[in-house]
């Protein structure tokens, strides 16, 4: 079965400079969350989308947006960025935005800021 | 808000059985999820309950009590490759997972 994509799979950056992550949904899925996760720490909700529109913002930094498209496929950009942004990001997705959908985690970009 | 709380490790030996406890506080809750994440790795879900009771998908069972909020992982003949992770995580109103803050799971030979 298809899981979610993710791209870049490993990305180093310097302090203050931007990248993008995108995320590409299991087909029929049109919910996408993002999620950051630290070393040693559980996955931290950022930011969801559900039919191209923004659904729900948790502790996204106002350095980050992102977006949802036509296709259903989202990406993450990620300005001026500092150290502590290191960390894994996650996309999942779901049918769906009842609390009851089922949320399926891509492979993860692991960003390293230097 | 939501919070949950587990514990933060765990060791069992191969063959063996191991339960998993997860308490939660939130508000507009809707249900209780488990994943599985390996070092590095996707988390990887297991296990959803919305309502009471107990949920079983063949070596893995999760249980839920809305009235504790309370619910539990429970593993049973334990392999060496289930070794790793493993995170409760509640939904709600908000759609977006809540998760605890994981309990590593050692399991020896």
């Known amino acids: 079965a298809a899981g979610v994509i993710q791209s870049p799979r490993h990305l180093i950056k310097e302090k203050r400079e931007t990248a993008t992550l995108k995320c590409y949904p299991i087909?029929?899925?049109?919910?996408v969350y993002w999620y950051q996760q630290g070393p040693g720490q559980d996955p931290q909700f950022l930011i969801s989308?559900?039919?191209?529109?923004?659904?729900d913002k948790g502790s996204i930094p106002d350095r980050f947006s992102a977006q949802q498209f036509s296709d259903y496929h989202s990406e993450l950009n990620m300005s001026s960025l500092e150290l502590g942004d290191s960390a894994l990001y996650f996309c999942?997705?779901?049918?769906?935005?009842?609390?009851?959908?089922?949320?399926?985690f891509g492979p993860g970009t692991r960003l390293t800021v230097l | 808000g939501q919070s949950l709380e587990q514990p933060s490790e765990v060791t069992a030996v191969e063959g063996a059985i191991v339960q998993i406890n997860c308490t939660y506080q939130t508000s507009g809750f809707y249900g209780l999820s488990w994943y599985q994440q390996h070092d590095g790795g996707a988390p990887t879900f297991l296990s959803y309950?919305?309502?009471?009771g107990l949920e079983e998908t063949g070596r893995f069972s999760s249980f839920l009590s809305r009235s504790d909020s309370y619910g539990y992982l429970l593993l049973q003949e334990l392999q060496m490759k289930d070794s790793a992770s493993y995170f409760c995580?509640?939904?709600?109103?908000?759609?977006?997972?809540?998760f605890g803050s994981g309990t590593q799971l050692t399991v020896l030979p």
């Open positions: 989308f559900y039919e191209k529109m923004q659904s």
């Open positions: 087909p029929r899925h049109d919910t």
């Open positions: 309950n919305a309502l009471d």
């Open positions: 999942a997705s779901s049918k769906g935005t009842s609390g009851t959908d089922t949320q399926y």
């Open positions: 995580a509640a939904s709600g109103s908000a759609r977006q997972l809540t």
